[in-house]
């Protein structure tokens, strides 16, 4: 099991672009179109599962959700941060 974060460790690991909901880290990532973000769930969705680490992604019409907890160890992790810069490397291209 991965240990939880405190919770200055978070803060001062996460970049700008995501913030802290209760337990979980969220970023919204915009689009120019609806399958432009259809496409980047994807993806994202392709690296949580080499990860074997799945967040919650809701589309919504030129926005992506996307929201990272490490439920079986009650919060945020290690796992967590990794997979926030690994979505953010995806926007990228």
């Not at 099991?1 to 001062?12: Q, T």
Request: net charge negative.
């Amino acid at each position: 099991m991965a240990e939880v974060l405190s919770n200055d460790d978070v803060d001062s690991r996460l970049s700008d672009e995501w913030h802290r909901d209760g337990d979980e880290i969220v970023r919204v990532y915009e689009f120019d179109d609806y399958l432009a973000g259809v496409a980047f769930a994807a993806s994202v969705g392709e690296v949580a599962e080499a990860e074997f680490h799945h967040p919650e992604i809701t589309i919504r019409y030129k926005k992506v959700e996307v929201r990272l907890t490490s439920h079986e160890e009650g919060g945020i992790t290690e796992k967590d941060l990794r997979l926030a810069d690994l979505f953010d490397g995806e926007l990228q291209g």
